[in-house]
């Protein structure tokens, strides 16, 4: 019997932090509650709630959603027919499915260092060995990925290549050539992680991995566009991957939820999504500013910080030896909260970084928040 | 890596024969989605909708609906505290998710011959080896089960003790004693999937297993008594075993759809659910009246079929050497649809038996379902 001593979520644990109300959050992943179009959303449901969404439903999705996301992914770079599509329930599951379906215990997993703790743990409940690939702000580091290829011989290279959760970073276009060459080379699949690449403050947009390659799986969500309460995210993957990826799904939850299927497939038919993209990139990019402007005052000489592109996070290293665990547990005597880097890294942490999301605060809230945080650091 | 050859389930394959509008469908296992009370679930789910139930959410599931949930079992005979309960999408879900936190591949797990076949799939997915006990019309043999306790060791029993899928018998109280006693001596783990213990059409309840042992594993689900599509379903585990199942839940999809569980929970609140049994139940005992009564005339001299006194199935063997699938693509031909019994042995299956679910005909047209198959018959 396998042992029940996995330990529980960092992120969860984290959560647990924020639920202070006195307390000023960075720690969280979270949208921005007052930012949700709740009149669209509730105009959807209202149209989507029939004697149909409400029986079972087929594995693979609701057909309308999948032209839906099809649509939009092809309009935004990515050609993709509805029949590639599997919608999960969250991103967070097309993750595990994809494990599921194609790795067995041993199997050999490459991220980039440091990456999405959620992932990690994914692998190491799947009793896969992760391999850690640095990277710098340019992305995962191509020639270290090509070395650790011929190394470990891994079978999955997975990467959140836009707005990294949590380093802000975003590979560029000329790494991601070059890291499909080495996948390519050695027939090395790739899981593109996808959930924040509409949330874009500056610059143009990178295409999709997945757009160059049919090594490619590609994981979206409604999540940060939209709203995550919903669990609706989508995998769109190679078609001879499919049949055992719908088999997974299947046993997982037979289908996801028919009714928020309809909910979202009529809010992207419906609703003018670009416009609310806009929005929330407006507020986002506001955020952001006020978050890098009020580091750059308390951050001691010597520290890094990322000022990303798009996403939801900014990515700290303080100067020296830190710990910033120990940092955390002064800033929440504080009524502020982030979390610790350590957690990020599949191999050996660098314990003296931090992340810190600034979705959900106000630009005042946010500096007030970063003036705490002064004090500590 | 794993292979990719897995077959699609016999279940999703026969779903595709019930489309054609001219097929009377006994093959099925859904609710009839007339009865689906769609005022009382849309007045629930437009105050469901709110920005709280748009945002993630925590993985063990909705505080009130956890209330909710624990407080309906406890009123049906099975004492349940809301921290004992966790929200699953489906309680599909909940059954990978046990499979998942307790076991690994090589274990064993025992099933009463014949058994519900997603229940079989998920098994054979993780690695497991299913071990069959024969039953009869009272349910498992409870000697039969302690021999195979005895000389294979399972990790773990799986059960639908009350009408069950796909027979539609029910594990009599005296028998839920013996298969008790049998786990307690050997610290067996009993898995009690009860997804339809509240469409009784005759007869007293009989208490859960999971009222009289702490080593039970209860599954329940809002499928057939409300409505598939919403995905909640729920599992009550023995405390110890909850952080490992939690932390397989957050990495199976973070937590169930906020939005769906908040229209659950209101609904078990402000509906009266009991009344709404009280009419699925009416309908389902005249459907099942209509199909056993139709059977009757048309089984050849020596069919065995069973009278369920709840559920949705009737179990048919038919005489002789006959093979349910040859009689399946003849009755096709006749726009008449059931599932051959096969699928749903883990051993040895007796091809001559057949599943067919009386549950979404009108009792004219299961009579004329019937008497079509009755001219292959």
């Given at each position: 019997m396998r042992s029940l001593s996995v330990p529980s979520s960092p992120v969860r644990d984290l959560l647990a932090l924020t639920s202070r109300p006195e307390v000023i959050s960075f720690a969280g992943g979270l949208p921005a509650p007052e930012l949700f179009d709740l009149d669209g959303l509730r105009a959807a449901a209202d149209r989507?709630?029939?004697?149909?969404?409400?029986?079972?439903?087929?594995?693979?999705?609701?057909?309308?959603?999948?032209?839906?996301?099809?649509?939009?992914?092809?309009?935004?770079?990515?050609?993709?027919?509805?029949?590639?599509?599997?919608?999960?329930?969250?991103?967070?599951?097309?993750?595990?499915?994809?494990?599921?379906?194609?790795?067995?215990?041993?199997?050999?997993?490459a991220v980039e260092e440091p990456t999405y703790l959620a992932a990690l743990q994914c692998f190491h409940l799947a009793g896969a060995r992760v391999v850690a690939v640095p990277g710098d702000e340019r992305g995962i580091d191509p020639v270290a990925l090509a070395?650790?290829?011929?190394?470990?011989?891994?079978?999955?290279?997975?990467?959140?290549?836009?707005?990294?959760?949590?380093?802000?970073?975003?590979?560029?276009?000329?790494?991601?050539?070059?890291?499909?060459?080495?996948?390519?080379?050695?027939?090395?699949?790739?899981?593109?992680?996808?959930?924040?690449?509409?949330?874009?403050?500056?610059?143009?947009?990178?295409?999709?991995?997945?757009?160059?390659s049919d090594l490619v799986l590609h994981l979206g969500t409604f999540s940060k566009i939209g709203a995550p309460g919903l669990r609706v995210g989508w995998l769109r993957a190679p078609e001879e991957l499919m049949p055992a990826l719908v088999v997974t799904k299947q046993a997982a939850d037979l289908h996801t939820s028919a009714f928020d299927q309809a909910v979202v497939a009529d809010y992207l038919r419906e609703s003018d999504l670009?416009?609310?993209?806009?929005?929330?990139?407006?507020?986002?990019?506001?955020?952001?500013?006020?978050?890098?402007?009020?580091?750059?005052?308390?951050?001691?000489?010597?520290?890094?910080?990322t000022d990303p592109d798009g996403g939801m996070f900014v990515w700290?290293?303080?100067?020296?030896?830190?710990?910033?665990?120990?940092v955390l547990r002064r800033a929440l005597e504080r009524d502020v909260a982030f979390v610790p880097g350590a957690s990020f890294y599949a191999g050996e942490p660098d314990r003296a970084t931090m992340r810190l999301s600034f979705t959900t605060g106000a630009p005042e809230v946010i500096r007030e928040g970063v003036r705490r945080l002064g004090e500590v650091l």
């Open positions: 989507a709630l029939t004697r149909r969404t409400l029986q079972y439903a087929p594995t693979e999705g609701d057909a309308d959603l999948r032209e839906q996301v099809a649509a939009r992914l092809t309009a935004r770079g990515l050609p993709t027919r509805p029949d590639e599509l599997l919608i999960t329930t969250g991103s967070q599951q097309a993750l595990t499915l994809v494990v599921t379906a194609l790795l067995e215990p041993g199997s050999v997993v070395e650790v290829v011929e190394r470990d011989r891994p079978e999955l290279l997975y990467l959140v290549p836009t707005f990294a959760n949590p380093t802000g970073r975003t590979l560029d276009a000329e790494r991601r050539a070059e890291v499909l060459r080495v996948a390519e080379r050695s027939g090395l699949r790739v899981l593109e992680d996808d959930p924040y690449s509409e949330l874009r403050y500056r610059g143009d947009a990178v295409p999709a991995l997945a757009a160059s670009d416009a609310h993209v806009r929005r929330l990139c407006a507020t986002y990019r506001e955020r952001r500013d006020a978050l890098v402007g009020a580091l750059a005052a308390v951050l001691p000489e010597g520290a890094v910080r700290v290293r303080l100067p020296g030896e830190v710990d910033a665990a120990v």
